[in-house]
């Protein structure tokens, strides 16, 4: 399996960007996927997942301005970041999970098996 995250860039703040992170291999519909992000000096931070069973999860500091969302036909995820702020400047990484029978934690990089390269999102002020 492997996933290969795209669509950063450069924004201005209450900007919008829509990422993308196709993923090849295995059973697209059975995966649990998430976003996280990175920014210099910080520990990797959850930003949101949608689970197998359809269940969406965001993190505290972009709920009600990031969107997460799949195509199981397409085999990819998305995140339409919408109201950008310069705190939002990081490298963005897709990963997932095979979803059947895993735990419930989705938040932590740890739940994850699998992660993309990870693509540059910068918000200027």
């Known amino acids: 399996v492997q996933l290969q995250a795209s669509g950063g860039g450069l924004v201005q703040a209450g900007g919008s960007l829509r990422l993308s992170c196709a993923v090849s291999?295995?059973?697209?519909?059975?995966?649990?996927l998430g976003w996280f992000r990175q920014a210099p000096g910080k520990e990797r931070e959850f930003v949101a997942a949608?689970?197998?069973?359809?269940?969406?999860y965001y993190g505290d500091s972009v709920k009600g301005r990031f969107t997460i969302s799949r195509d199981n036909a397409k085999n990819s995820v998305y995140l339409l970041m919408n109201n950008l702020k310069p705190e939002d400047t990081a490298v963005y990484y897709c990963?997932?999970?095979?979803?059947?029978?895993?735990?419930?934690?989705?938040?932590?990089?740890?739940?994850?098996?699998?992660w993309g390269q990870g693509t540059q999102v910068t918000v200027s002020s």
């Open positions: 949608a689970r197998w069973s359809g269940f969406l």
């Open positions: 291999g295995g059973t697209f519909r059975n995966y649990d």
């Open positions: 990963a997932e999970r095979r979803g059947p029978g895993r735990s419930s934690s989705i938040l932590y990089p740890g739940d994850y098996d699998r």
